[in-house]
């Protein structure tokens, strides 16, 4: 808690807050009633975590109001109140529905439904309250962070030290009128990779992974609507660890699973701690079977169970692996299940994750019960990797997704920093929602911090996704940003946020190096840490901007990811030149071994300052080891990259010249009189960005929009609806053209760049587009049909990016027209480059060549 008198302040936050919602609940004039003067009332005996919200809320209540509420357990109070509780499980929500003075006919029979309604009058003595009432437990707690967050209590309060600003004159205000309910059933988190960052962390500051540490994790799961976790499995086990993790569990009603290799409740590393003989069902099944009974027999709280088998250690299966066999496996981890719980095992929620080659198993017609929820997976790199067709028949269990904000694996670990791009999670995220992935949604977090930001977004996605369209997205990112760090600034941290995510995404901090970025064409290297370091100047200006009250989240959400990222591609830019110059012999008078030295030290001193905020509280959370990577797996510490030294009398070269002449070469075409906003050729190629269309056509059935900021460069855009097909037959599907101007002929390329979506109904030819020069017949394309290729996979995650190159022969100079045809949905087109000859390397593919608009 702060303590802050400047009206100013909290005018300017409330207001702020209050645009965050649709219906807000308080009200910064007066109205209703004071919340400082208000108890709390809800029935001693209601459910656990209706106590546990209760309690927090309290706290939640003293830190705006600096006052301590009264908690009361009868509705006969003779001051206002906030009145909280399960629908069916609290005495005093019963006689306020017996007496009529509310209608909780919305949320009657619901999953973790809420309703907020201001009564007035509500014990005949002339008093008002505001009422929280679940369908049941979640849905009663769930509604009461929504107050919290209104009131101005971030969920990210505790972990990353956004402050709650005083306001000891909040009124609830009587137009309070609030109902929601989640349309993803389960919404989680996968705590993974978590050494050494977490773990190290936890370690100090808890003891471990134990229940000091998860009722941190689960308050926090609670404040973002989630209610569902696999829990930290790296050499660490739930229920095995610490027994009091169940009891936490349940105090928070966090539904517990396992990660998609640990079946039937129990962590992989306990296979080892028991002396497990081989993982291996046909060789050693009593012991397999004893192992999955004990963790169905110690799991009394609510759960998922994950079934199926991989092979030890999460790697797949021996080869030939017969799917027989794992239905075997199946059918008894199933009758386990019904012994252990004494029901038919369908009334226990279950999973089975189409997780890498299990995928293949299923593809090969392996199958489960129908009231499994089948859990497709993305490819560890947010690119899903299947759908279930939109007109595929309905399953008891319906679908889940598994996603990735964190990865270690080929072809490189990302552990390190945010690289998430909120434009792509939601697309990713809206195809699986479209096609109707709805009853579960967990994503991998890594440490959970630097993942503040793509969290809450995922979960508010999970809660609502039809609430989220390409159009307001940095909208949500203002709202996160306004609730994390005051609505000062928050237009300035949204777009800070919006493009180091973007920067990040376009490769990953432990794949960038020296040679990512062409030094010599298109100005490219230079021109994107440039690009960096405007965002980084930004940044700083903001930060001696704020409040100091807001400066140590503002560090952790801001200012770290992206000066750290930023020092990183100064770092390597100096290290290309020093590179370059060394191989052309060529003097410089610049000191590049020195600046690159400069910013690897600066890279620990970030670190250092992270680990020193708010007296060491964050100490460890940021020691992942990032630069010198040489394959997949970490470096085991940061390694400064080779540096070359060479006697200045070798040298034939001084440095001023000699980039500028690789860079000249600027032959433009600009045609006379060509229009506005159209291309041309520069070179020997034309450039445009996907959104930069001269028409858009829409279809019979779907039509092409912009997704503002996806993709490396400027946007991209796809087709919706995002279940739409079309014949290649079909003259009527959607199109976009590009007019372009050239004027050199014969043999050239059209290359397209598309984000790197996966085969998704999993069909021969992949996801198609039709690509047409003028009037000439449609060619269709496949995008992604070698998805299965583990080197082709591993070049679109790298990259980021699929390119598509496809032969054309222009005959003539002047105007042409190219157009793009919709066929397939979830294609996500960023650029396309027409050129002949050769075209020079670059990362990003060469700028757009487009005539600009003369105002
Ligand atoms: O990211 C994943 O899904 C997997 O690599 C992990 O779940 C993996 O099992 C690992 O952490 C440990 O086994």
Redesign the pocket.
């Known amino acids: 808690m702060m303590k802050k008198n400047g009206w100013l302040i909290l005018f300017i936050l409330l207001s702020g807050i209050q645009c965050l919602y649709a219906q807000s609940i308080f009200s910064n004039n007066p109205s209703g009633f004071k919340l400082s003067e208000a108890s709390i009332i809800f029935d001693s005996t209601d459910l656990e975590v209706v106590q546990t919200a209760v309690h927090l809320f309290q706290s939640d209540i003293e830190k705006v109001t600096a006052k301590k509420t009264a908690l009361k357990h009868e509705l006969n109070s003779s001051k206002p109140a906030i009145i909280i509780g399960s629908l069916d499980n609290s005495a005093v929500i019963q006689q306020l529905v017996q007496s009529k003075k509310i209608n909780t006919n919305p949320i009657n029979k619901k999953w973790e439904a809420f309703t907020i309604q201001y009564i007035k009058n509500y014990n005949n003595k002339n008093n008002d309250a505001l009422v929280i009432i679940g369908s049941d437990g979640r849905g009663t707690a769930f509604g009461v962070f929504t107050a919290s967050r209104q009131m101005g209590v971030s969920p990210w309060n505790w972990w990353a030290d956004v402050p709650v600003i005083e306001n000891p004159n909040l009124y609830v205000s009587t137009n309070a009128n609030l109902t929601d309910a989640p349309k993803v059933k389960y919404r989680g988190i ?1 705590i ?2 978590e050494a050494p960052a977490l773990s190290n962390w936890s370690k100090e500051k808890f003891g471990g992974f134990n229940h000091k540490f998860y009722d941190k994790v689960f308050e926090l799961m609670l404040r973002l609507n989630a209610n569902y976790i ?1 829990p930290a ?2 050499g660490s086990a739930f229920y095995d660890d610490d027994s009091l993790n169940i009891n936490i569990a349940k105090k928070y009603a966090i539904v517990i699973g396992t ?4 079946p039937l409740m129990r962590a ?1 590393d306990e296979w080892r701690r028991y002396g497990g003989r081989q993982w291996n069902y046909q060789n050693n099944p009593l012991q397999l079977d004893s192992f999955w009974t004990k963790g169905m027999q110690r799991a009394t709280n609510e759960k998922i169970v994950t079934i199926g088998m991989r092979g030890d ?2 790697e797949p299966m021996s080869e030939g692996t017969a799917t027989a066999l794992l239905e075997t496996i199946v059918e008894k981890q199933r009758s386990i299940i019904a012994q252990t719980t004494g029901k038919p095992a369908s009334e226990t929620p279950q999973i089975w994750a189409l ?1 890498k080659e299990v995928q293949d198993y299923y593809d090969k017609g392996m199958r489960v019960p129908d009231d499994v929820t089948l859990l497709i ?1 993305d490819d ?1 790199w947010g690119n899903i990797r299947r759908l279930p067709k939109p007109d595929e028949k309905p399953r008891k269990g319906g679908y889940g997704i ?1 996603y ?1 904000f ?4 080929g072809p490189r670990n990302y552990k390190w920093i945010n690289t998430n791009h909120i434009p792509r999670i939601w697309e990713q995220m809206n195809l699986a929602w479209k096609h109707n992935v709805n009853n579960l949604w967990i994503v ?1 977090v890594g440490d959970i911090k630097p993942m503040e930001l793509p969290i809450s977004f995922f979960l508010e996605q999970a809660w609502n996704p039809d609430r989220f369209n390409q159009n307001n997205l940095t909208a949500f990112v203002e709202k996160w940003s306004t609730e994390q760090l005051g609505n000062k600034h928050q237009k300035s941290i949204a777009q800070i946020l919006n493009l180091y995510t973007k920067y990040n995404a376009r490769i990953t901090p432990e794949l960038l190096d020296q040679n990512t970025f062409s030094l010599t064409n298109y100005d490219e290297f230079n021109r994107v840490t440039k690009e960096y370091n405007r965002v980084k100047n930004l940044s700083d200006s903001i930060f001696n901007l704020i409040p100091t009250a807001y400066k140590n989240a503002y560090f952790q959400l801001v200012q770290y990811p992206v000066e750290a990222s930023a020092n990183l591609y100064n770092m390597y830019y100096n290290v290309a030149r020093n590179h370059f110059n060394y191989k052309h012999k060529i003097q410089s008078i610049t000191p590049y071994p020195q600046k690159v030295q400069y910013y690897f030290l600066h890279d620990a001193a970030l670190t250092n300052q992270y680990h020193e905020l708010n007296n060491g509280k964050w100490n460890h959370m940021m020691s992942q080891t990032h630069i010198g990577y040489t394959y997949w797996q970490q470096p085991e510490k940061n390694v400064m990259p080779t540096l070359y030294h060479f006697n200045a009398d070798s040298a034939k070269m001084i440095e001023k010249i000699m980039l500028p002449i690789l860079s000249i070469n600027n032959k433009k075409f600009v045609p006379k009189n060509a229009p506005e906003n159209t291309f041309f050729q520069n070179e020997n190629y034309v450039s445009i960005e996907a959104a930069s269309f001269t028409r858009n056509i829409a279809g019979k059935n779907a039509s092409y929009v912009e997704i503002p900021n996806l993709g490396k460069t400027i946007s991209a855009i796809t087709t919706h609806p995002v279940t739409i097909r079309n014949e290649k037959t079909n003259k009527e599907t959607a199109r976009v053209e590009y007019d372009f101007y050239n004027n050199t002929t014969g043999k050239a390329i059209i290359r397209i760049h598309v984000s790197p979506t996966l085969n998704l109904y999993h069909e021969k030819e992949g996801l198609q587009l039709g690509v047409s020069l003028n009037n000439e017949p449609v060619e269709f394309v496949s995008l992604n049909k070698n998805d299965g290729n583990v080197d082709t996979l591993e070049h679109w995650q790298a990259n980021s990016i699929i390119t598509r190159e496809i032969p054309v022969t222009i005959n003539k100079q002047g105007k042409q027209t190219l157009k793009l045809w919709h066929l397939s949905p979830g294609v996500v087109i960023q650029k396309i480059v027409i050129y002949w000859n050769e075209l020079k390397p670059s990362f990003l593919g060469p700028p757009e060549t487009k005539i600009q608009s003369k105002n």
């Not at 964190?406 to 694996?409: L, S, W």
């Open positions: 996968f993974n990779d696999w499995m790296w990660s998609h290799h640990e992989h250690g999460d997780y997976c560890n598994y990735h964190d990865y270690v694996g991998n």
